[in-house]
């Protein structure tokens, strides 16, 4: 993906999807879908970015190749409060009280699950 695809990304809509997620409608109509699990897990923080992501018993399971359901989220992967930073990013409060993360719509464009830079973990999950 070029960098001009996304520099200067803004979102006409942010939302939730029926599953919990979180959706970006893009203003040139491109839709991306995350997992709160993908957002935790890429983290910006400097913490998180330190350790290679935080050290979730989710984020480790779903290393092994088999899918893990959960009915139930960890504290760490629920999402407490989303406020606005300025008007380029957005700030989750995780349930673990996290809270140290900064996502820029260019940083969430740039993490877009379906524009081919999926990691494979997600890439390989079978629909649902
Ligand atoms: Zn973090």
Known sequence: ???????RAEPAHLGWTDA???RIVWKDAHESVYPLAYLRENCPCASCRG??????????QSRGGLPI??????????????VPVGNYAIRFTWGDGHDGGI??????RSLCPTTGSRPDHLATAPEA
């Not at 993906?1 to 520099?7: G, I, K, Q, V």
């Not at 350790?51 to 480790?60: D, N």
């Open 51 to 60: 350790t290679h992501g935080p050290p979730t018993t989710l984020v480790r």
């Open 20 to 22: 919990g997620d979180v």
């Open 1 to 7: 993906m070029e960098l001009s695809e996304y520099e």
């Open 103 to 108: 996502y820029s719509w260019r940083l969430l």
């Open 69 to 82: 359901v959960q009915k139930t989220r960890p504290p760490s992967m629920e999402v407490k409060t989303v």
